[in-house]
């Protein structure tokens, strides 16, 4: 079964600065795609950004960036000129891309980013 | 607008009283699944659906049964609640993963549970 871990429960950042929050996952399928969620203080869940696995340029949203490192299965979030909205609790999602592999979405336990004025 | 809707979306209850989160879609999208998220562990999945009448486990099914008569609904029903299910529970739709476009989830607005 896939996995997928975030190692930084927590984070913080000045405002206007870069922060990249991490993501690892364990997969052995070759066709899957990869999420950033973003949870704010209304625990409504918003689609950041996301990666096909067979694409290698990595995505760009406005200031959201991601470094995809397939052969290192990593798969890391870039905020730049953070702003006080950024914060919120974020999670990384994996997804197979196989009708056939049971699961549907696996997510990470999140990383909470806070956003210092 | 398309959109998951659940209801209720705050809920407290004593244990052993049996309760339906409902949840219902208006995207045409074939996939729903279930989730509940708890602090330090993100979002597990309960149960998920490929289809109607196609239901199967997610990670942490005990406790839970779902049903999926109708393309649109997937109501989570917890038969005889604990207080270890106490918990934010979200639903989400998602169109089939070879459809080569969106692949992303939609998720309901959460509801929040508490078992006494």
């Known amino acids: 079964a896939q996995t997928v871990t975030q190692s930084q429960p927590e984070m913080s950042v000045q405002e206007a600065e870069t922060v990249t929050l991490s993501c690892t996952y364990d997969t052995s399928e070759s066709d899957y795609y990869l999420f950033w969620y973003k949870q704010p203080p209304s625990r409504q869940m918003i689609l950041v950004i996301r990666?096909?696995?067979?694409?290698?340029q990595n995505a760009t949203e406005n200031r959201f960036s991601v470094n995809f490192q397939k052969a290192a299965k990593s798969f890391s979030l870039k905020i730049s000129d953070s702003q006080l909205g950024d914060a919120a609790m974020y999670f990384c999602a994996y997804r197979s891309g196989s009708d056939n592999y049971g699961q549907n979405f696996v997510f990470g336990p999140g990383t909470r980013l806070s956003v210092l004025p | 607008e398309a959109q998951v809707t659940q209801n209720p979306r705050y809920l407290i209850t004593v244990t052993g009283k049996k309760l339906t989160v409902t949840c219902s879609q208006n995207m045409n999208h074939e996939y729903m699944s279930w989730y509940r998220q708890d602090p330090g562990l993100g979002l597990r999945q309960i149960y998920y659906?490929?289809?109607?009448?196609?239901?199967d486990k997610g990670d942490v099914p005990e406790g839970y049964k779902v049903s999926r008569k109708e393309k649109r609904n997937f109501p989570l029903i917890l038969e005889s609640p604990s207080p270890n299910q106490t918990s934010l529970y979200f639903c989400?739709?998602?169109?089939?993963?070879?459809?080569?476009?969106?692949?992303?989830?939609?998720f309901g607005p959460g509801t929040r549970l508490t078992v006494l």
């Open positions: 989400a739709s998602s169109p089939p993963p070879w459809w080569r476009g969106v692949h992303t989830q939609y």
């Open positions: 990666q096909e696995a067979y694409k290698q």
């Open positions: 659906s490929m289809n109607v009448e196609v239901t």
